[in-house]
Structure formats: structure tokens, C-alpha cells
Nanobody
Framework: QVQLVESGGGLVQAGGSLRLSCAAS????????MRWYRQAPGKQREFVAA??????NYEDSVKGRFTISRDNAKNTVYLQMNSLKPEDTAVYYC??????????????WGQGTQVTVSS
């Protein structure tokens, strides 16, 4: 019903920047909240940032370095990542709480995009 596709991952040196994108498509009535999570090798998936129509919030370790934004016309969320550190290395996943044309709101996940930060 709703598909999420991430892009923009890659390899970057410490101190560098990357911009992730996540485009939602399908039979969408409304997108409520869009989020980014990440999962490093051997670790649990963790929250990174979220954006709704009224607010944004961030995990403490990325505050001041990452910025989440949203283009409602394109059903796309972005994550601008600056001052990247090796500990930011992970697979980054897009998540959206969305209501399809038929049915109630639920969470959807993208396939993930790899971000690798070298020291």
C-alpha cells in the first residue's frame, strides 16, 4: 500500500556530510510522522530523528549535526548529516506512520541505506 525508498548513503570521511532521502509512494491518504532510524553492526536499531507537521526531534548524539526536513508535496523526508563521525556508521532506515487510501494508519519501513564513515 505504501512503499518507502531510501537513497543517498555512501562512504564519507569523518567530518564530512551526506544527505539521505526517503520517498513514499503508493495509495497514500496522509503521512503523519516520518522518522529515521539506524542500526550499526551488532547493535539494536535506534531512533535518530522524527518530523511531524508541528515538530522535529532528535536523538541526543545527533543534535546540532543532523537536520531532518520534509517535502510534503513530494512525500519525501530528508536527513542532512554534517560533521559525521565513525560512530554514525550504520544502515539508516526510513519509517513513516501513514494512512493508506483504504485502511488505518500504520508504520511502514524502507529497505535501508548504508552509511559508512571512515576515520
Amino acid at each position: 500500500q505504501v512503499q518507502l525508498v531510501e537513497s543517498g548513503g555512501g562512504l564519507v570521511q569523518a567530518g564530512g556530510s551526506l544527505r539521505l532521502s526517503c520517498a513514499a509512494s503508493g495509495s497514500i491518504r496522509r503521512i503523519n510522522v516520518m522518522r529515521w532510524y539506524r542500526q550499526a553492526p551488532g547493535k539494536q536499531r535506534e531512533f535518530v530523528a522524527a518530523i511531524s507537521s508541528v515538530s522535529t526531534n532528535y536523538e541526543d548524539s545527533v543534535k546540532g549535526r543532523f537536520t531532518i526536513s520534509r517535502d510534503n508535496a513530494k512525500n519525501t523526508v530528508y536527513l542532512q548529516m554534517n560533521s559525521l563521525k565513525p560512530e554514525d556508521t550504520a544502515v539508516y532506515y526510513c519509517n513513516a506512520n501513514a494512512q493508506p487510501v483504504v485502511g488505518s494508519s500504520t508504520d511502514y519501513w524502507g529497505q535501508g541505506t548504508q552509511v559508512t564513515v571512515s576515520s
